[in-house]
């Protein structure tokens, strides 16, 4: 497991180093998911079969009811659902009915209409008491199929509503008859799973993230995936052309090669002046050794970089020493010096603004450039 977690980090470092680094990153929202497990409660009316109530229609018998309800998600489709319901009904002649059911089953989520609504369909079985004051109790199981409609918050709390008819399948009292009746609820549940899963730490739910083992800190558009870094490049100059009538004219010249894939270690810092890494360093470069051993055929060089605080001269010997640096650490860490390639620049290559204290801590840098040809 520890292994094919590694795997998974090194295939994502290696995949920001070709496309080019991470850069800047937008926040992105998503539909709300599903909750994982809910629980909640049910208002609606009872419609009960005339043989229970002696009235001329299922229609005439309604009653107000309650009820709970709890479900668990077992599928981007498929939750399980238990409830339970009680309605006070009254037949003809006056005499009380208590209306206790109980049930459970599947509920089928169907495709979403717009990000928060979806139908659903249920099927499920359970027992239904009909206590007759006076009488006894009859208890009869039953099945039942129903159709709904369910409403996401923010937070992953649902509203529902659902219109299900139940038909007796024992023949407790009433002469036997077989009973039908309807439920028409409303209800409301609260999500007992908290917020959306989100494995790497990217602020993109694993449902939508396509890249689900993105490096810390790492920089990701709404896919969950690293954001290249935008390299420019210099336009070639163009040969001169020699004003001569019957001179042909001079071949173009060649396209240069792309830039090497590059990485930026964010997190990597120096103490002030110093080659000295900080502590937190270590962590990055702890994962970066563990990418590098995942991954023997890689080969990189580790380029350093700084701003224009200091003479040139002391800039270049600054970058230099640093690369040194985190070299020596990574090989500290069992990674092969023959595989690490080390670069200075001192001052000479700035991706931001040295004139400013933010731009001047984004040029005091240290990079990652992959010099084998990724597969």
Known sequence: ?????????????????????????????????????????????????????????????????????????????????????????????????????????????????????RFFLTVSTGFANLDVTGEDNYRRSFLSAGVGQRFLTDRRNVFHWELRADRSTSSAGFDGEGITSYQLLMGFSWNLSGPAQDTDGDGVPDRYDRCACTPPRAEVDHEGCPIPIPVEEPLPIPAPVVAAALEPEPEPEPVPPPPPPRLILKGVNFASDSW??????????????????????????????????????????LSERRADAVKSYLVGKGVDPSRLETKGWGESQPIADNATVEGRAINRRVELIRLDTPQ
């Open 1 to 117: 497991m520890e292994r094919a977690r590694k795997v998974c980090l090194v295939a994502c470092v290696l995949a920001a180093i070709q496309a080019g680094g991470v850069y800047g990153a937008e926040r992105w929202s998503y539909p709300p998911e599903e909750p994982k497990s809910e629980l909640g409660f049910t208002l609606g009316l009872q419609f009960m079969d005339p043989v229970v109530t002696g009235e001329e229609s299922t229609r005439d018998g309604s009653k107000p009811l309650v009820g709970l309800r709890a479900a668990y998600l077992l599928s981007h489709s498929i939750s399980w659902f238990f409830d339970s319901t009680f309605a006070k009904l009254e037949d003809v002649n006056g005499t009380d009915i208590n209306h206790f059911t109980l049930r459970t089953g599947p509920m089928f989520l169907l495709p979403r209409m717009g990000e928060r609504s």
């Open 276 to 317: 000295e890494l900080t502590p937190a360093s270590h962590a990055v470069l702890d994962e970066v050794a563990a990418s590098l051993l995942a991954w023997p055929e890689v080969r990189v060089r580790i380029d350093g970089h700084t701003d224009s605080t200091n003479t040139d001269a002391h800039n270049q010997v």
